[in-house]
């Protein structure tokens, strides 16, 4: 074992964090890093193990650079570009275009699609100067005066990584830094704190770029600088890239964060600025979005899951990556953490395993998405039972384990209480009266109509249609009075809504024909003895 992988190896250790030093955790890590320098101990020095020792003379810089060497087989990049029907590459920009219907239209027409290149391992592509470059230019702007209060474990996380995700690696760092890092000097912005900082830069970067959705399927996901530049108009995910490495760039700790909705559906990125010694709180900001606080609003702002894509594995995800029956999708990429409970109320929730199940290494905690139940955090069996952190609360539930590459689930549904109780929707509740209210136009001349909108699950976990003929209600302005509607009261009275009515069990799970998600779950009115929803 050459000297530079004993260093790798012992740092490893040593920077392994106190909590986690589990007698488990810490034969995982020294395997996976046995492994890795075992592989190396006979073949060629890589671009890493150059690096770290060329810095025999920089104690802090070597061990950046064995921080960035620890994690170097799991990162690899993909070419995009757009290609004509024979696989050659093209020119065609899409801002010739009103739309991005319109440049998709025309590039169907020509047979023209965006291709995606094989990934390419950073290990066998990146040079020692590369990375001597970016390590010296982030620790040049890490020694800035903005940056003071920032610690080297923050600088390592936050500051020093060359990608985000699997963009193709180019020369970025010293690019962004160029251009915008002398605008913090020039606006005397030098002593400000990291949120006026990050503001700041912020209004510079829409100089650039600005979000759309205008070019949606082809600036998706990690572009390189000049390539969102170039478009200049991207969505969520392109915009955030930009963001994070014009900021790593200048020295200002971020990363990038996509968040998953709970009422939207929809998943949308931001750069988080972490919590450090200069910045209290954590808060998140977009291209087009206000500051938002992290850990405020935790309810009303809630997401179900929220990543952090970071240049560090993730060991749990990792500890599942030799395991073929896993859907591989929900594991890629490795490098990203869950930080879920920044954004939303979260327990540990531990739960009983069946017999025929306890041979599964993990179980997996499923919520209910477009119709079909998917997975949303793994949990590890141990012995008898189950854990799966960062749970939030009002979320659909079921448990589900991995099957031929699928995911099949088991068990009850249930959910978290706003105080961490897990609460069953199993129908045992006693029966109530329930009321929803359809709303229609004033001048609805159907007096009953069939509602069929609405969905339940019975006992035995499988959809049941609610079906009821629904009155038609009016309301007269001057009286404030509601009742049955006949065309005979139209004047001083006004349809309002059918008044869809139905007896069921408390704890039955309300679904919407209209939205692919849970709408929520019958309960009782401790004053009027009626059922009402509430929503999820």
Known sequence: MTKDKLYIFFWAIKSFDMKHRTFYNICIIISFLLGFMSLGACSTPTAYDQVVESYAHDSLKREAAVY???????????????????????????????????????????????KKGKPVLDEDTITEAYLKKNIDLAFDSWRKPWAKGVSFADFCRYILPYRNGDEELTEWRDYLKQKYEHLITDSMMEN??????????????????????????????????????????????????????????CGIPCELIEIHWRFTEVPHSSVMFPKTASNPKPFRLTIGDELTYMGEAKDTMASYRTWAYQYEVNKDLLRLVEDENVPKSYLKPLCRTDVTSLMSTTYSIRLAVPDSL??????????????????????????????????????????????????????????????????????????????????????????????????????????????????LWGFNKTTGEYKLFEESMRGPFIPVFHLYEVDLPMWTAFYSKELPRPVGFICRDPNTGEGYMMQF
């Open 192 to 249: 400000a704190n990291t949120k006026d900082l990050a503001e700041f830069m912020m209004r510079q970067i829409r100089k650039h770029v600005k979000y759309s959705t205008r070019f949606n399927s082809i600036t998706k996901g990690f572009l390189t600088p000049k390539e969102a530049e170039k478009i200049g108009y991207l969505e969520c995910q392109a915009c955030a890239n930009y963001a994070t490495m014009v900021m790593r760039a």
């Open 358 to 471: 306890k041979d599964k290494p993990e179980l997996f905690l499923c919520r209910f998405h477009e119709w079909k139940w998917y997975p949303i955090r793994e949990g590890f069996v141990d012995g008898d039972s189950v854990e799966f952190k960062h749970a939030t609360i009002r979320q659909l539930y079921r448990l589900g384990y991995a099957v031929d590459g699928e995911v099949k689930t088991f068990g009850c549904l249930f959910t978290l209480l706003g105080n961490g109780k897990i609460q069953k929707y199993d129908q045992t509740g006693e029966n109530v009266h329930f009321k929803i209210a359809y709303s229609c136009d004033s001048t609805e001349t159907l007096l009953t109509r069939n509602i069929t909108t609405t969905f339940c699950w019975d006992k035995a976990n499988k959809w049941k249609a609610v079906v009821r003929q629904a009155p």
């Open 68 to 114: 960035l060497a620890t994690y170097s087989k799991f990162h690899y990049g993909v070419a995009r570009n757009i290609v004509d029907a024979n696989g050659q590459f093209s020119n065609l920009s899409p801002m010739m275009f009103a739309s991005d219907s319109v440049y998709r239209a025309y590039m169907d027409s020509l047979h023209y699609y965006l």
